[in-house]
Structure formats: structure tokens, C-alpha cells
């Protein structure tokens, strides 16, 4: 019976060793999407340096709202990719 626990216990360590090195796996990739749409604002905020109408400030001031929420994202995946990271290391 006990053989039959340690087993079962290793299984589940196993499997959510597993699930974590998969959410580091997620957390990178929307990492790296949000690092492109970064980009693309950041081509977008070139075109409208100087925003001389009053559609062009809006247009400016969009875009700076949108990359200072991707910076808030990028941020938050960086850090759950660390812990994860840490957690993994110090527990497999």
C-alpha cells in the first residue's frame, strides 16, 4: 500500500512539474506576442510624432494608452515566467 502512495505521489509531482514547465510555455509566448504589438505601436507612434490635428492627437493618445497597458502585460508575464522559473528550480 505504501509503494502504491509514494507512486501516486510522484505521478502527481510529475504532472504538475509538467502543468508548471506548460505555464511557463504560455506565459513566454504571450510575452513575445505582446513584445510584436509593442513594436507595431511603437511604427504606429513614429507616424504621429507631431500629431497637428486634433484626429491625430487622439490617434497618438491611443496608441500611447494601448502601449502603456502592453508595458503593464509585458511586465505581468515576466514576472509569473519568473516565479514559475524559481518555483521549478527550487521544487524539481
Known amino acids: 500500500m505504501e509503494k502504491v502512495q509514494e507512486s501516486d505521489v510522484v505521478r502527481s509531482m510529475d504532472v504538475l512539474r509538467q502543468q508548471l514547465a506548460e505555464?511557463?510555455?504560455?506565459q513566454e509566448a504571450k510575452l513575445k506576442s505582446v513584445q510584436e504589438?509593442?513594436?507595431?505601436?511603437?511604427?504606429?507612434?513614429?507616424?504621429v510624432v507631431n500629431p497637428d490635428t486634433s484626429a491625430a492627437l487622439d490617434?497618438?493618445?491611443q496608441l500611447t494608452a494601448a502601449q502603456l497597458l502592453l508595458e503593464i502585460e509585458a511586465?505581468?508575464?515576466i514576472f509569473r515566467i519568473h516565479r514559475l522559473?524559481?518555483?521549478?528550480a527550487k521544487n524539481y
Not at 505555464?23 to 504560455?26: A, E, F, G, L, T
Not at 504589438?37 to 507616424?47: A, C, F, G, H, M
Open 23 to 26: 505555464s511557463v510555455s504560455v
Open 85 to 88: 522559473q524559481e518555483y521549478l
Open 75 to 77: 511586465g505581468d508575464a
Open 37 to 47: 504589438e509593442s513594436k507595431q505601436i511603437n511604427r504606429n507612434l513614429q507616424l
Open 59 to 61: 490617434f497618438h493618445n
